[in-house]
């Protein structure tokens, strides 16, 4: 099962995610039948909320857009606390040319726009942030969000490898985060071993991808592990909540529905699930709304 470990250096003054979401982005790759750089864009988008919702407590919910204005459209992904994430992009079948050593890239797919991230801690109007998208690889743009939004210097890497059938490989990340006490020769160490380390997609190819990643960051240096979570694709869809949004519609909407379409059928946009909502159904969603 797909892995996220929390991590702090011992004396304090750093600390790092590192994770492991090959099955939660495969699942998104299958269940919205993407092309390669569609792949990677909504993989990355999924891991950078991940980490955003690991960074958060109680029952929060991060909402993550990504809106570009290049061919890709829209990248949306919605995770919460307990490593559950779901999402899905608005063009599944873009491809692109790829570097010389065969890594996908999405920046002029994506294109210019916004950074935005919604945080609900469902005890009132949720907290809007926004940056503007300074490259369109997602992991640069989530890197200058936590700086500028943040106020916390970060390093990012995060990575969506696909085999030759352009099915996802492997798929995981890190943040790497200065907490205030670091000094000046210390952050220099860690800037140094960022700058050297291996590519993040060789590091996600190694044997123990969250072993390599830690070492990486770290190098020599004392580190410990504050939680391991799981983490996984999950959508939370069903066919009481579109019950729901059918009954905020107008009468004479629903009404439409049974007489010139005997019904209605919905598809989940974040995990492609259908509903069929037959002509009873639908008088019966009239029915309640009347009483």
């Known amino acids: 099962m797909d892995t996220l470990l ?11 995610y590192v994770l492991d979401s090959t099955e939660t982005v495969k699942t998104a790759q299958q269940k ?40 890709l459209g829209a ?22 040319k790829r570097t010389a050593t065969g ?16 945080t609900d801690y469902g005890i009132g109007q949720p907290y809007h942030s926004m940056t503007p998208l300074v490259t369109g690889e997602i992991g640069e743009d989530f890197a200058y969000y936590l700086t500028e939004s943040q106020q916390t210097p970060s390093a990012v890497g995060l990575n969506v490898l696909l085999d030759e ?23 220099a160490r860690y800037e140094r071993r960022i700058q050297e380390m291996p590519a993040i997609s060789t590091l996600l190819s190694s044997e123990k991808p969250l072993e390599a990643l830690l070492h990486a960051i770290y190098g020599e240096e004392d580190y410990k592990v504050l939680s391991e979570e799981k983490l996984t ?45 037959q002509e009873e159904d639908l008088e019966n969603l009239l029915n309640e709304k009347s009483k």
């Open 6 to 16: 929390k991590t702090i250096s011992t004396n304090g003054n750093f600390r790092a």
């Open 32 to 71: 919205h039948d993407t092309m390669a750089s569609s792949t990677v864009a909504l993989g990355r988008t999924l891991i950078a909320n991940l980490i955003l919702a690991a960074n958060e407590k109680g029952d929060t919910k991060v909402t993550l857009k990504v809106l570009g204005d290049g061919g």
């Open 75 to 96: 990248v949306i992904s919605v995770a919460d606390t307990q490593g559950s994430v779901k999402g899905y992009i608005q063009n599944p079948d873009a491809d692109y």
């Open 103 to 118: 890594e996908v890239i999405v920046g002029p797919l994506i294109g210019q726009g916004q950074f935005l991230v919604i």
């Open 165 to 187: 059938q352009d099915q996802v490989a492997r798929a995981g990340g890190f943040l790497l985060q200065v907490l205030p006490g670091a000094s000046e020769a210390e952050t």
């Open 233 to 277: 694709f999950r959508c939370d869809c069903s066919f009481e909540r579109f019950a729901d949004a059918l009954r905020s519609l107008p009468d004479h909407e629903i009404q439409a529905m049974i007489t010139e379409d005997q019904g209605a059928d919905i598809t989940c946009q974040f995990c492609q699930s259908h509903y069929h909502f």
